[in-house]
């Protein structure tokens, strides 16, 4: 099993292909939705020394954090956003009058985001909560927990988690919330295993009901959705939109939103299949075990 117990800091994954395909220009302007911890703006503005970046994160912590951090070394080159990427156009509105030749999504969550946000990771007991921004999302996992109907839960598990044991454990969450409220992850974590079979998978039999709820209490794929439109709005002819998905609903979203453009002729898909991590990557860094970049180029 993978060590979960101290801070890690984050491992930008897929960084030459990132960097392949947003195919960083001097004097340009990049949009990184996405900043985390900065390891991928840090590379675009390494690759290009007269390029610029806004960078975007709804986690105020992180662009306090790692933002300010990278002010200090690349100065006016970078510009550091608060927001929602559902909402770019808006968020991004001091830019307006700039041409925006790439955008970078890298979607999820960070892992040191994972180790400090309550709620996020299977392997500490904390409040069950899992909003990234608390200011941008009201209904916490705790709150589902506690009020969703049976069929509401099941239909969350099956469709944003692909839990196989989805009836036994809404069961069991069902018999345990007419006793005692849940609250923390260590509650929820300790009911999953009594009722999930023992296997040799080297995942935590919580993990996909955790990233059930995660996804729903911060409407992940309602973000995305929206935020891929916007991306191609705001390019410029030629600009490019490079996004990393980690799992196959994030995926199935882009994949298809990018085959419909081009098949309106608005973009040209730059990866049909979809590019994966190199073994070399997966052995230092098992993050990019599941990453796939797709990119797609203006029209
Ligand atoms: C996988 S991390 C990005 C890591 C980053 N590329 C790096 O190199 O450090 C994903 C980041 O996206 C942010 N995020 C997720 N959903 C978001 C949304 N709807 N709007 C803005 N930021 C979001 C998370 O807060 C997190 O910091």
Not at 116 to 128: C, E, F
Request: charge should be positive.
């Amino acid at each position: 099993m993978k060590t979960q117990h101290s801070v890690r800091t984050h491992i930008p994954v897929l960084v030459d292909e990132v960097l392949e395909y947003l195919k960083v220009m001097p004097d340009s302007t990049y949009i990184d939705a996405t900043f985390g911890a900065g390891g991928h703006t840090r590379a675009i503005l390494e690759q290009e020394p007269t390029c610029n970046v806004v960078a975007l994160d709804w986690d105020k912590k992180a662009l306090e954090t790692y933002g300010e951090l990278l002010k200090q070394e690349f100065g006016n080159r970078l510009s550091l956003v608060w927001g929602n990427f559902a909402h770019l156009y808006k968020v991004i509105r001091d830019y307006k009058e700039v041409a925006i030749a790439g955008i970078l999504a890298d979607f999820g969550t960070s892992q040191d985001q994972i180790f400090r946000t309550a709620g996020l990771s299977v392997y500490r007991d904390t409040p069950l909560d899992m909003r990234m921004s608390p200011a941008h999302q009201k209904v916490t996992a705790a709150e589902i927990i506690a009020h969703f109907t049976e069929r509401e839960l099941r239909d969350l598990f099956w469709e944003y988690g692909q839990e196989r044991y989805t009836k036994q454990i809404v069961s069991a969450i069902i018999r345990m919330r007419s006793i005692q409220t849940l609250r923390t992850t260590k509650q929820l974590a300790q009911l999953i295993e009594r009722v999930v079979p023992v296997t040799q998978s080297n995942i935590h039999p919580a993990t996909r009901v955790f990233q059930a709820l995660r996804i729903y209490v911060n409407k992940e794929l309602d973000n995305i959705t929206s935020f891929l439109k916007e991306a191609v709005r705001i390019l410029m002819p030629e600009g490019r939109l490079v996004c990393i998905s980690f799992h196959s609903l994030e995926d199935r979203l882009v994949k298809q939103f990018f085959k419909e453009q081009a098949d309106v002729l608005h973009v040209k898909q730059l990866t049909l299949k979809g590019i994966t991590a190199s073994k070399q990557e997966v052995f230092h860094n098992a993050s990019a075990r599941s990453a796939r970049l797709r990119a797609v180029q203006k029209l």
